[in-house]
């Protein structure tokens, strides 16, 4: 499965940001990752296939909501209230089978895409 996220640019805080993940193929788990300058990539938010187990980080909890097609195989994160500190490289993943622990980590994921920057002045 190839991943090819998409929606980066430059906003100001306070504006909203769409990103998009197109998947070549099915896949069941799907997630956005960020790598902030300086610091290790971190989760951000989940989703499974039928739309549950959404999971979010604390960080963009009401602010950040993930959602799915899957008629088009696109995984979305739609970014509200952007703040500076949400600057950084996103990731879309995906695995394509289940997965009974954790969807924050980064090893259960075994496709990546490329990342888009955002990048959100103050």
């Known amino acids: 499965v190839q991943l090819q996220a998409s929606g980066g640019g430059l906003v100001q805080a306070g504006d909203s940001l769409r990103l998009s993940c197109a998947a070549s193929?099915?896949?069941?788990?799907m997630a956005w990752f960020r790598r902030i300058a300086g610091k290790e990539r971190e989760f951000v938010a989940s989703?499974?296939?039928?739309?549950?187990?959404?999971f979010y980080a604390d960080s963009v909890t009401g602010r950040f909501t993930i959602a799915r097609d899957n008629t088009k195989n696109t995984l979305y994160l739609q970014m509200n209230d952007l703040k500076p500190e949400d600057t950084a490289v996103y990731y879309c993943?995906?695995?394509?089978?289940?997965?009974?622990?954790?969807?924050?980590?980064?090893?259960?994921?075994?496709?990546w895409g490329q990342g888009t920057q955002v990048t959100v002045s103050s």
């Open positions: 993943a995906a695995r394509t089978s289940g997965y009974g622990g954790s969807y924050g980590l980064e090893s259960i994921y075994a496709y």
């Open positions: 989703i499974r296939r039928d739309g549950g187990m959404r």
């Open positions: 193929g099915r896949t069941y788990i």
